[in-house]
């Protein structure tokens, strides 16, 4: 067991690696001088050599790999432009802000879909079975952020009830209406995933065999959700990680100060550090929870340990 | 059993005419399902619709959609013969909407085009030569399979900056990854099987057998799931114009405009949210297709 | 690479079609006494052990040490318990995967060597027909384009690559006008089988091996494919190498007979010497848990005791001795090497304590086919 367990982390240290380099080659795939922002006007030669030495420009791109790899490792992912504080004391709080946002709505899908999806794949009825299964076609169709502005629309301009942007100083009014938008594409995902996982097991023989042997529809259910539940574990897993990485789109149409809104505002001012910074924090988070999941799976899914 | 071999040569047109008769070949009998769909049908003419419009919108006697007019601000349905009413500077929706079309189809086709072009040379090929260069190849793609797709879209095109190639291009890079991972894992499969052997034993090089044996067998599942990424790309491009990535001002494109009309939620929530229902409708459509793809293929031969 | 054949006759359609019609002598090489094959010490093994952490990297020799020879015009029949190596020889004379050791001389010249025949040309003398027969066929393909695709690999044009797979068929039972444009899935196991055979015949070779190739059908037509084989390999002149695991089908259509357990050859000799004065132990057992067909005969004790041993650890000295009712410390100690018998030289045995003409005559062999 363990084996298995060093052995994922093993194969992904090179991606992990593979991940850093890709983050490390994105800012010098930026059209233009990455020291154009802090340049200033009319600065002579000398002084723009200078403050590429400084910076480490001056030296062959795979010792400044190296040279930015060690930083990192150590926590110093440089500093803003714009507002000069450490890079990754930007970056914390809009973590933590992005991981409320995306672990509220995780719950709200998990909880949405795995109802649907189970009762559309448990209780074999036609009509209810095409009514989940379009719901949760039309959750995977829709651009979430325009679903935000929808939302907007309705409970806050029409009828105002709730706000519309912003976190609201911890006002657990202003999560609802971003988490219902960040969930509805992954309730979808989840719903379809569960109903197909429930209507394969129960396809099978064992199933029958339950029945069978006498034992009541609650107890079946109890054996169909451990079956069911390693699937949806890694699409839940997925999902939360996906979310927090595609949370940009929702963060911007709601004002909600997380990583998302932190990125869209680093690109327009041209903030690398800050960019590099949280496309990395984020992909590695991603990393991780992937790692996560696999290990859980084979907690859950005894299929997976004898491998 | 008749089976004294002939002497005597087959006459050519014999030939020719033993190897014409109708095919109840595999895309045939797909084909023939896909007509029996009525979900896929429906879904079919909406997009027909949809494509058309965009395609002929030039010759389709609508208002200028750069023209603006600061007196006739967001005005509603139907006002002086906007249908839609106009946008935030003046300018006619459906016009917009239609012209609106042809980029975003086009931001959210090409990449997947691309994708499936490269990351389906890519799957194939380590998918039949296995080993090692499968391996490198594997991880090399499982490197950017390790980034959230939209993540991955906005930080490329944030490298990059904005515009409609390079939308286009940071889209691409995300597609690829998934697409080869579907090839290389059919084309492992079918490389499996006992024909392909055979192929080999005949002597066939590995181009021929590919062309010849492999092809036909992996392009169905490469299909259904690029068909598949087709409304998650619309949805992602119109995205990265919604954040200012894509395509700039004044073009009219269904994520932008939901973008500049952000303000306007307020004052015309109706408008606002127009270009986003087109975003939906084209999204669903092809969805909903690739899934009756998907049925139809399911068949057990 | 279709040199060989096209100095023999111009490429038309009519040439092409002559060509299957009759035993080709021009391409003999060696001349009748020369065998067709000769196998020398082929070995295979393969790795399983992965470079993880811990777990040593253990190998299975599947293939250990084979060899033996096939006359021109005979059937030569190969059997063994599954697991035993006959597919992976198979495999191994086909060049469908790279031997680690041994030589293989098809008609006089040794194969891959550097002054003998190439393995693009080998493929024009020596074919395979597979066991399954549905996942040996294309689905895409019309079994007429999946017979044409060979020859026209090989250099033959479309029009006379389709000429040939039709004449094909017609040779192997199945008229064109009904099955060239059918889909495999359209056929029953019988006509699939049909059709890998026209499909193997296609490269016009002089060698064919049937890898287990009547093992999924049903009786009725097995019997159908087997006298087909037998028919096309006088019409043709072919020889043949056939590997079963049925014993009484061995017995049917082979000259001679070879048997494996694990990854080795422990008998050969001609089918009557083998079916009847048997000398190993373990094709003795094979013969008797073969179920009779008399009702006063029955058998009740299994003649094979325990589980067939670890091919990643086989047994030291002789492999089948701890399965064998006379083994003895000797067997422990050393391989036996195949010794001839006394009557007949060309049966061989690999046993210390090979079995006697009395030995044979109380073992419950029961001949099915007179």
Same mark, same amino acid.
């Given at each position: ?9 093993? +194969? ?257 001012? %041209? ?37 | ?9 087959? @006459?050519?047109?014999? !030939? ?52 603006? *007019? ?57 998918? +039949? ?20 797709? $939209?993540?991955?879209? $906005? ?18 890079? =995300?597609?690829?990854?998934? !697409? ?52 998650? *790309? ?68 | ?101 041994? *030589? ?10 550097? %002054? ?34 060979? @020859? ?61 190739? =009547? ?83 029955? =058998? *009740? ?70």
């Amino acid at each position: 067991m363990l084996r298995y367990v060093i052995h994922r982390i093993f +194969y992904t240290l090179p991606i992990a690696i593979g991940v850093s380099l890709v983050c490390f080659a994105l800012v010098h795939l930026a059209p233009g001088d990455p020291l154009s922002a802090i340049l200033p006007e009319n600065a002579s030669p000398q002084i723009i050599a200078e403050i590429r030495a400084a910076y480490g420009l001056d030296k062959p791109l795979p010792v400044q790999y190296v040279i930015w790899l060690g930083k990192v490792l150590t926590g110093d992912l440089g500093a803003s432009i714009k507002t000069g504080q450490p890079v990754l004391r930007e970056i914390i709080p809009a973590v933590g802000n992005s991981l409320i946002l995306a672990a509220a709505a995780i719950c709200l899908a998990f909880a949405a879909g795995s109802v649907l999806g189970g009762v559309a794949g448990y209780t074999r009825n036609r009509v209810l079975d095409r009514v989940v299964t379009s719901t949760a076609i039309t959750g995977v169709s829709l651009p979430h952020y325009w679903v935000g502005m929808v939302l907007i629309v309705l409970f806050s301009v029409e009828l105002g009830w709730l706000p519309a942007s912003g976190m609201g100083g911890g006002n657990w009014q202003n999560m609802i209406l971003p988490t219902i938008t960040l969930a509805v594409i992954p309730a979808g995902i989840i719903a379809r995933s569960v109903r197909a996982s429930v209507i394969e097991i129960r396809k099978q023989e064992f199933v029958q065999t339950l029945y069978a042997k006498g034992l009541d529809g609650r107890r079946v259910l109890q054996h169909v959700a451990k079956n069911v539940a390693p699937t949806v574990m890694a699409v839940m897993g997925l999902q939360f990680a996906q979310m927090l990485g595609g949370s940009i789109l929702v963060e911007t149409v709601f004002a909600w100060p997380g990583t998302g809104f932190l990125l869209n505002a680093a690109i327009f001012t %041209r903030d690398l550090p800050i960019l590099q910074g949280t496309i990395l924090v984020l992909a590695m988070i991603f990393v991780a929870m992937n790692l996560l999941v696999d290990i859980l799976q084979m907690f859950v899914d005894p299929r997976v340990k004898r491998s | 059993m008749s089976s004294t071999p002939t002497s005597l040569p087959t @006459p050519a047109p014999l !030939i020719a005419a033993a190897f014409r008769r109708p095919s109840r070949g595999f895309w045939h009998t797909v084909g023939t399902r896909l007509r029996r769909d009525p979900v896929t049908l429906t879904c079919a003419g909406i997009l027909l619709v949809i494509i058309t419009a965009a395609l002929a919108a030039p010759w389709l006697g609508l208002d200028d959609p750069f023209k603006m *007019s600061m007196v006739r601000r967001l005005k509603p349905f139907g006002y002086q013969g906007h249908i839609l009413g106009t946008d935030e500077l003046g300018r006619d929706m459906l016009s917009r909407l239609i012209y609106g079309g042809r980029l975003s189809l086009f931001m959210g086709f090409m990449p997947v085009i691309l994708a499936t072009l490269i990351g389906g040379v890519l799957g194939i090929v380590a998918g +039949y030569v296995g080993g090692r260069w499968n391996m490198i190849i594997m991880r090399l793609i499982d490197v950017f399979y390790a980034f959230p797709s $939209v993540l991955l879209a $906005v930080a490329i095109s944030g490298a990059l900056g904005a515009g409609l190639l390079n939308s286009i291009v940071s889209l691409t890079l =995300v597609f690829i990854p998934p !697409i080869a991972r579907i090839a290389e894992s059919v084309t492992t499969q079918v490389r499996g099987q006992d024909f392909v052997e055979a192929a080999r034993a005949t002597g066939a090089s590995t181009w021929r057998i590919i062309r010849g044996h492999v092809f036909s067998n992996v392009i169905g599942p490469i299909l259904v799931y690029a068909s598949s990424l087709i409304s998650v *790309s619309i949805v992602i491009a119109s995205g990265l114009s919604f954040l200012g990535l894509g395509v700039s001002p004044p073009n009219a494109e269904w994520g932008l405009m939901l973008n500049t009309l952000r303000q306007a939620i307020y004052v015309s929530p109706l408008i606002a949210i127009l270009p986003g229902v087109m975003i939906f409708v084209t999204s669903m459509c092809f969805n909903l297709m690739s899934d009756g793809l998907r049925s139809a293929m399911d068949i057990k031969a | 690479m279709f040199a060989r054949l096209k100095t023999a006759q111009p490429d038309s359609v009519e040439n092409t079609l002559r060509l299957l019609d009759k035993k080709d002598d021009r391409r003999d090489r060696g001349g009748p006494a020369q065998p067709m094959l000769i196998v020398r010490d082929m070995k295979k093994h393969f790795d399983i052990g992965r470079q993880s952490f811990g777990g040593p990297r253990s190998t299975v020799r599947a293939v250990d040490g084979v060899s033996f020879e096939v006359g021109k015009g005979e059937t030569l029949g190969i059997v063994g318990e599954s697991g035993c190596g006959k597919s992976t020889t198979a495999r191994l004379l086909m060049h469908l995967i790279e031997p680690d050791a041994g *030589s293989v001389i098809f008609d006089g010249d040794e194969v891959a060597g550097v %002054r003998g025949i190439s393995v693009r040309d080998l493929r024009l003398n020596m074919q395979m027909v597979f066991q399954d027969s549905y996942a040996s066929l294309n689905p895409r393909l019309t079994i007429a384009d999946s017979i044409a695709f060979g @020859p026209s690999v090989a250099g033959l044009a479309t029009g006379a690559a389709r000429a040939r797979a039709l004449s094909l068929l017609r040779m192997v039972g199945m008229d064109p006008a009904v099955f060239a444009q059918r889909y495999p899935h359209e056929l029953s196991g019988g006509q699939r089988q049909r059709v890998n055979i026209a499909r193997a015949l296609a490269m016009g070779p002089r060698l064919l091996i049937l890898d287990e190739s =009547v093992s999924a059908l049903d009786k009725s037509v097995e019997a159908q494919v087997l006298n087909l084989l037998r028919k096309l390999k006088r019409d043709l002149g072919l020889t043949y190498i056939f590997i079963s695991h049925d014993l009484n089908v061995v017995q049917y259509i082979s000259d001679r007979v070879l048997v494996m357990y694990l990854g080795q050859v422990v008998e050969s000799g001609p089918v009557d010497s083998i079916y009847g004065a048997t000398r190993h132990p373990y094709t003795a057992a094979l013969l008797s848990s073969r179920p009779s067909m008399n009702p006063d005969h029955r =058998v *009740s004790k299994p003649p094979l005791s325990g589980d067939p041993p670890n091919p990643i650890n086989p047994p030291s000295g002789c492999r089948f001795r701890t399965r064998c009712p006379k083994a003895q410390e000797k067997c422990a100690q050393q391989m036996p090497a195949l010794t001839a018998a006394p009557e007949e030289a060309t049966h061989l045995a690999a046993c210390h304590f090979p079995l006697t003409p009395a030995d044979a005559l109380q073992a419950a062999a029961v001949r099915v086919y007179a």
